[in-house]
């Protein structure tokens, strides 16, 4: 079993910045693309940005040039740093993580989410 831990969302004015950190435990044996997606009340999840192992990332459109997504392989860490912050960027973000676990095969894990609201 594979677990992620999500941190760092809260309330922030717009224009400011939130950095999300989300750390995956468990019996790990490999961990491909990490990422961030976020989802409304009644919408689809969204990818919001991705990174594969050797850091090559994607963006979604809505957040290229503000937000920048990195990890830390040692440390299973996938981080989101969130700069100029709008209010539409407000909703629950949640991490991804395509894993290699001991005894389960491959899938995407999931985390429990983070709320991040951005205020006018």
């Known amino acids: 079993q594979v677990q992620l831990v999500e941190s760092g969302g809260g309330l922030v004015q717009a224009g400011g910045s939130l950095r999300l950190s989300c750390a995956a435990s468990?019996?790990?044996?490999?961990?491909?693309?990490m990422g961030w997606y976020r989802q409304a009340p009644g919408k689809q999840r969204d990818m919001v940005a991705t990174?594969?192992?050797?850091?090559?990332?994607n963006y979604a459109d809505s957040v290229k040039g503000r937000f920048t997504i990195s990890r830390d392989n040692a440390k299973n860490t996938v981080y989101l740093q969130m700069n100029s912050l709008k209010p539409e960027d407000t909703t629950v973000y949640y991490c991804?993580?395509?894993?290699?676990?001991?005894?389960?095969?491959?899938?995407?894990?999931w985390g429990q989410g983070t709320q991040v609201t951005v205020s006018s």
């Open positions: 468990g019996r790990i044996f490999s961990i491909n693309a």
């Open positions: 991804a993580a395509d894993v290699i676990a001991y005894n389960s095969g491959s899938y995407r894990a």
């Open positions: 990174i594969t192992r050797g850091g090559s990332t």
